[in-house]
């Protein structure tokens, strides 16, 4: 319930700030403002997940840090560093296939991640906008190293442990540079 009145306010009071990342990332290259790509959700359900898109429509379909050298554009790199680009997930917990805080949800290719989620348990947890994995590093982390974090968020799976993260991601947001 709280996933779904905090992202339902979010999208209300955040619309103008959705609006502009749309028609910025629209008129910045070719392609749809929004890109949507299948992930890996809980008990490994395929779901289509969603963000601003930054990168080029012709982006190979892998992890970001798989990606090597990737030509951002201005208003693409701006997405990114602002974690702007993120915003459309709040649509995806409406839709029940993602929570506010929970292991970000794998693509479907990061197999040795999804079986090491599914042996620690973390498989079963909803995925998040945020989570422990993404508040104690950023991409290049490795999946046995992400799915630690994540099994240990799913065992102590808490309301007070999920605030925890999330004000800690504010602060997480301000002092990490993305890496491109």
Do not use: H
């Amino acid at each position: 319930m709280v996933d779904i009145v905090v992202a339902g306010s979010a999208l209300i009071v955040l619309s103008p700030v959705m609006l502009f990342c749309a028609v910025g990332a629209k008129l910045s290259s070719p392609g749809p403002a929004i890109f949507r790509q299948m992930r890996v959700g809980r008990g490994g359900a395929v779901f289509e997940f969603y963000k601003f898109r930054s990168m080029p429509a012709d982006t190979r379909d892998v992890a970001s840090d798989e990606l090597g050298e990737v030509q951002l554009r201005p208003f693409g790199w701006f997405l990114r560093r602002s974690n702007l680009d993120e915003l459309p997930q709040l649509v995806n917990i409406l839709k029940g296939d993602m929570s506010l805080v929970g292991p970000r949800p794998p693509i479907p290719t990061q197999s040795e991640l999804i079986v090491l989620r599914r042996e620690n348990g973390a498989l079963d947890c909803r995925p998040g906008l945020t989570g422990l994995a993404q508040i104690n590093s950023f991409d290049g982390m490795s999946a046995a190293e992400k799915a630690a974090f994540d099994g240990v968020y799913a065992q102590r799976m808490s309301l007070l442990s999920d605030i925890a993260i999330v004000l800690r991601t504010f602060g997480y947001l301000k002092r990490t540079p993305p890496k491109y």
